[in-house]
């Protein structure tokens, strides 16, 4: 059994910056790729940031420069600080990890419960 569990969601006026944080537990061999999707209201879920075992990471062209994602010493939680936010950033965001598994020995994706930010004008 694998959770993802997220945290740092909430309400912020626009040019404002939040920390979205998502950790990992249960029977865990090697956590691979982690990243951040977003949903927003009647659109489909897209990706934001992702960031590989070795550290290198992708951004959506829409939040190049203004949110950074990394992942913590343990390797097992992986943050997304978010500045600059616009209105325009406003969605459920949800944390995603390509996870090993010990029991059974296999390779899923994973996904979190979801954390809504909304960004005011």
């Known amino acids: 059994q694998v959770q993802l569990v997220e945290s740092g969601g909430g309400l912020v006026q626009a040019g404002g910056s939040l920390r979205l944080s998502c950790a990992a537990s249960?029977?865990?061999?090697?956590?691979?790729?982690m990243g951040w999707y977003r949903q927003a209201p009647g659109k489909q879920r897209e990706l934001v940031a992702s960031?590989?075992?070795?550290?290198?990471?992708n951004y959506a062209d829409s939040v190049k420069g203004r949110f950074t994602i990394s992942r913590g010493n343990a390797k097992n939680t992986v943050y997304l600080k978010m500045n600059s936010l616009e209105p325009e950033d406003t969605a459920v965001y949800y944390c995603?990890?390509?996870?090993?598994?010990?029991?059974?020995?296999?390779?899923?994706?994973?996904w979190g419960q979801g954390t809504q930010v909304t960004v005011s004008s």
């Open positions: 995603n990890a390509v996870i090993t598994t010990v029991i059974p020995l296999r390779t899923t994706d994973y």
């Open positions: 249960g029977s865990i061999s090697s956590i691979n790729a």
């Open positions: 960031i590989t075992g070795g550290s290198s990471t």
